[in-house]
């Protein structure tokens, strides 16, 4: 089912642990645990167990920069199958809420990011449509989404020779939450227009063209959206919902009279306790929104009805993005021991918020309903889980009937030496350790414990003519990811953060790692985060990692230890096998598209490569690829450069 594309050969124990876990699979085991050295090759080894298995296969991580990673990374690794990102489309998000003390009631108001919102649907879609799968999601993947049953009944496929007129395409589309518009061109996605006998829809990324003859469809046609050229001719297509929150007409009256059912229930309660603000209030907003879902579809906060949208029980479980998956899914919980206490947290956010709406009268209690899965439901939708970490917690060593050790990196390097300084006179020292660093061509990640610190560091270092950034989440996911671009394109030598600087962060070129006040016991300090933030120098032949420290804590002596522990059989393997360690290579979408003999090309060629990239730079930024977007906008630079 699978076509995966290794851009290098397996080494070490990759083979070996890839077996193991794809045995685990097929033997049933509901959970195993992959915990590999950083470094050591998980994303490649996850990609083999995919192909290995053939399963439709969720990968869940912990924050939007990793998912980027991970999405790019598979994209190379299986280029022919559909690899898709699934994260939260909000820019910006307000929820409903009533503060009682001010007696302000403010409205739900968001920014949707309409680039991430189309990834979303695409992997709706694709889950719909195929097997081969594989989608990269943080924990939005738990939030509710639309009934799955509900969503396929969407669908309605147009054919050359359909029998059909031009109102009936119009109000099927309508209904599917598409806006009709007047205009010479269509620009955003989820809209249509009609020319005469002609539809133009644009969904998602392509535009679709059907022109009638009559009260037949006669041609069906792909087009470009940024030129409306012509793609391709089709035979037929399937249009769906552009919401996941689609209501079959058929359940809109028992839907809208569940509602009202309860609305007499809340109405008569608030009236008999002589509530008559709140007894009104509630009518009119509910009695609003029950028209606009008889007329059309939907309504304004229509998640809010989860409950009647389920037609479950009360206390069901919401429709998540887990619901869309095959009962013999294969779930990834990658960084397991940040995302497993991530998507703990989620559970229960936003009740109080909800419970003053439904005790004033702007909700129905239903709306408890809408929410995030909580733990306990999460684990229910569990079929065969892989915890993939460098540190897994104790909850995924219990719940494990396998764990797969990785210590040996394919490329032969050891683990970091572990150098622990007094915090005496340590800026000098620093500054010197820097120097050495660059010097022989390596970069330096500082983690310190707030992000005052690490832009104040971070500014110091500049004045002493060192190259510096600080990277905390008070950047936007396009800085970062910007921020981390320019540090392995040279343009900095030194980059300060605090707990970004830990899991998933692919850094070849770091050859030294500083942890200032490592002795301060804490989240940012325990085992767990010291061992992560150390592995960001494992991926280079000269890494090594120095904590300035007054006293060795619990946390430092054990990852002292482990690390020795590590480095032993390390060397041991490295000399029996006569292996040579080798910095680490990237996988990289760009290693083979991007061509950098510029000398040679005419100034047409170059002009034409300018276009070109200029079309993959747009691509890759609509997409959420922006390290492909920096690349290639660099490269556009230098062409126009020269």
């Not at 809208?256 to 309860?262: D, H, K, P, R």
């Not at 907003?285 to 304004?300: A, P, S, V």
């Not at 770091?510 to 200032?516: D, T």
Request: proline residues 3%; contains cysteine; aromatic residues 8%.
């Amino acid at each position: 089912m699978y076509n995966l594309q290794m851009p290098f050969p397996l080494a070490g124990h990759q083979p070996q642990v890839i077996n193991e876990l794809t045995n685990g699979i097929n033997k049933g085991y509901k959970y195993q645990v992959l915990e590999g050295v950083t470094g050591s090759g998980k994303t490649c080894m996850m990609a083999n167990i995919i192909n290995n298995t053939n399963k439709t296969t969720l990968i869940l991580a912990h924050n939007k920069t990793l998912v980027n990673q991970l999405y790019n990374e598979f994209k190379t690794l299986f280029p022919n199958n559909h690899v898709e990102m699934f994260m939260s489309h909000f820019s910006y998000f307000q929820p409903e809420c009533y503060l009682p003390t001010l007696d302000k009631y403010i409205d739900k108001t968001s920014a949707i990011n309409e680039e991430i919102e189309k990834q979303r649907m695409q992997t709706i879609y694709s889950l719909i449509e195929h097997k081969d799968v594989i989608v990269i999601s943080t924990v939005s993947a738990i939030f509710g989404l639309g009934n799955p049953e509900e969503f396929k009944v969407s669908k309605d496929t147009f054919y050359i020779n359909q029998n059909i007129t031009r109102n009936d395409i119009i109000l099927k589309l309508i209904r599917k939450r598409y806006e009709r518009i007047n205009g010479n061109k269509l620009t955003k996605s989820g809209t249509f227009r009609v020319l005469g006998d002609v539809i133009d829809i644009y969904i998602l990324n392509d535009i679709i063209r059907i022109e009638l003859f009559g009260d037949n469809i006669e041609l069906i046609k792909q087009l470009n959206p940024k030129d409306n050229l012509l793609v391709k001719h089709m035979n037929e297509i399937n249009i769906y919902s552009m919401s996941s929150w689609f209501i079959n007409d058929g359940r809109i009256n028992s839907l809208c009279n569940n509602i009202q059912n309860e609305l007499e229930e809340v109405y008569n309660d608030f009236k008999n306790n002589n509530q008559i603000l709140y007894a009104e209030r509630i009518k009119e907003k509910t009695t609003n929104d029950i028209m606009m879902i008889k007329e059309l579809g939907w309504c304004k906060g229509l998640e809010m009805y989860q409950r009647y949208l389920s037609d479950n029980p009360i206390g069901t479980p919401p429709y998540t993005l887990l619901d869309y998956f095959p009962d013999d899914y294969l779930l990834f919980i990658d960084e397991s021991h940040t995302t497993i206490p991530q998507v703990k947290s989620i559970s229960n956010q936003n009740v109080s918020i909800k419970q003053n709406l439904i005790q004033y009268g702007f909700r129905l209690p239903s709306c408890i309903d809408s929410r995030p899965l909580n733990f306990k439901e999460f684990e229910q939708f569990h079929n065969q889980v892989i915890f993939v970490s460098a540190t897994p917690a104790q909850y995924e060593k219990d719940k494990s009937e396998q764990i797969c050790k990785q210590f040996i990196r394919p490329t032969g390097l050891l683990d970091p030496i572990i150098d622990i300084r007094t915090t005496k006179n340590q800026i000098d020292d620093i500054y010197s350790e820097i120097q050495n660093t660059i010097d022989n061509d390596g970069c330096v990640l500082i983690t310190v414990i707030s992000q005052k610190m690490a832009e104040d560091l971070s500014d110091y270092l500049i004045k002493m003519d060192i190259k510096a950034c600080y990277l905390h989440a008070g950047l936007s996911n396009e800085e970062r990811l910007d921020v981390l671009n320019n540090l392995k394109l040279g343009k900095y030598d030194v980059l300060v953060g605090c707990n970004l600087l830990r899991e998933g962060l692919s850094i070849p070129k770091c050859q030294l790692v500083i942890i200032l006040d490592a002795d301060k016991e804490g989240f940012l300090r325990n085992e767990t985060s010291l061992m992560q933030t150390i592995g960001r120098c494992a991926r280079n032949i000269n890494g090594h990692a120095i904590l300035y420290a007054d006293k060795i804590t619990k946390s430092i002596a054990r990852v002292v230890e482990l690390t020795n522990d590590r480095r032993i059989i390390q060397i041991q393997y490295n000399k029996d096998n006569n292996i040579i360690p080798t910095t680490t290579r990237e996988i990289s979408v760009n290693e083979n598209n991007i061509k950098n003999n510029f000398e040679l090309l005419s100034k047409k060629e170059k002009n034409k490569l300018i276009d070109e990239y200029t079309i993959l730079m747009k691509l890759a930024s609509s997409t959420q690829q922006y390290e492909d977007a920096i690349l290639y906008r660099d490269k556009i630079k230098q062409l126009q450069n020269r």
